[in-house]
C-alpha cells in the first residue's frame, strides 16, 4: 500500500509539473540612479534571458515604523523609473517580475523583529502600502508575476495569517501570478505556499568551503538540497522558483556568500570560480520537472566594461555560461 501511494504520489506531481510554463530564465536589473542612457533590455536579451526582475526599494529607518519609498531613491528604484523600466522590458518582448524590497541601515530584513505587537502593526500597515504601490504600478501595466516580500525570516514565521490576509488582498489588487522570496535557510518553515502560485527561494545554498571545486563537485553537493525542495514542491504541489540565485567572483564564492560580501575588498578576483559555480547550478536543476528557473543577482544596465569581484556577470566567463543554458 505504501508503495502505490508513494507511487501515485510521482504520477500526480509529474502530471502538474508538465501543466507549468516554460522556465523562467531571468535576470534581476539593478535599479541605476538615473534614466537609462541606453536600453538594457538589448544587452539582457542577447544572453537568452526571457524575464526580468525589477526591484524598487523602501527604507525602514530604526526606531521607526513607517517606510520611506519612492521619493529621494534612485530613480530605477521609485514609480517613474519602475514604470520605465517595465515599458521597454515589454516593449522588447521580456516578461516581467517586480520584487520591492526592504532596506534598512541597522540589520538585514530577516533579523526585524519588534518587541511590541502594536508597533510590528502600525509597521505592517506601512509595508502593506509600499507592496501595494508598486502592486497597482504592475497591475496597470500588466506585469505577468510580483514578489509580495523578501527575506522576511522572523515575520513571515511569527505571522503567517497576516501573510495569509495579505496575500488575499493582493490577489483582488494584481491579477498575475505571485510568489514569495524565502531566504535559503527559511523556505521550509513558511506555512502560506500554498496561497501562492511559485515556491521562491533566495538560493545561496552554502555548498563547499573550497576555492576551487570543479562542476563535478558542486553537482554533488547540491544533491541533497534537491531532494529538500523537491519534497516541498511535492507538499505544496508548487513550482520552485528561484528568486534570486547568483555569485561573487571570487575564490569560494559558493559557501557563505554573506560573509564574502563583507570582505570582498581583501579577496582575490576570481571570475572561473563564478562561472563554475552557475555551470553547476544549471547542470544539476535544468534536469529536475520541480524546478521553474529563476532571477540571476544581478545585471547592471549602464556597465561596459568588467566589474570586478561583484555579482554582475557581464564581461566575464559566466556570461557565456548563461548564454549557453539560457538557450536551452
Known sequence: MKILIIYMLLIFSS????????????????????????????????????WIAIVPY???????????????????EGIEGVTEQIRLAKENGLY?????????????????????KADFEQWWQ??????????????????????????MKILAKKYPSHF??????????FSGKL????????????????????????????????ENPNV??????????????????????????FTEYGYLSVPATTYNTWELEKKIDSLPMDENSQAVAFEALFKTFQKQDFWHGGFIWKWTP???????????PQFKKAETIIEKFYKI
Open 15 to 50: 502530471s502538474i509539473y508538465a501543466q507549468w510554463e516554460d522556465p523562467i530564465h531571468g535576470i534581476t536589473i539593478e535599479a541605476p540612479p538615473k534614466p537609462f542612457k541606453r536600453n538594457p533590455m538589448t544587452a539582457i536579451k542577447s544572453v537568452n534571458a526571457n
Open 58 to 76: 523602501c527604507f525602514s529607518p530604526k526606531g521607526s515604523n513607517s517606510l520611506k519609498f519612492d521619493k529621494g531613491f534612485w530613480w530605477g
Open 96 to 116: 516581467v517580475m517586480v520584487k520591492p524590497q526592504v532596506w534598512l541601515s541597522h540589520t538585514w530584513i530577516g533579523g526585524l523583529d519588534f518587541d511590541e
Open 126 to 151: 506601512s509595508y502593506q502600502s509600499f507592496i501595494f504601490t508598486f502592486m497597482d504600478v504592475a497591475e496597470k501595466y500588466d506585469v505577468e508575476m510580483f514578489c509580495i516580500g523578501t527575506e
Open 164 to 173: 495569509k490576509k495579505f496575500i488575499s488582498k493582493c490577489r483582488e489588487r
Open 179 to 210: 510568489t514569495y522570496a524565502a531566504n535559503w535557510d527559511e523556505y521550509k518553515d513558511i506555512t502560506f505556499w500554498s496561497e501562492l502560485d511559485y515556491i521562491g527561494v533566495d538560493a545561496y545554498f552554502p555548498l563547499l568551503n573550497k
Open 216 to 241: 563535478e563537485e558542486l553537482e554533488n553537493a547540491w544533491l541533497p538540497i534537491v531532494n529538500q525542495l523537491k519534497f516541498i514542491s511535492n507538499v505544496y504541489q508548487k513550482p520552485i522558483l
Open 302 to 312: 549602464s556597465l561596459d566594461q568588467k566589474k570586478p569581484k561583484r555579482y554582475t
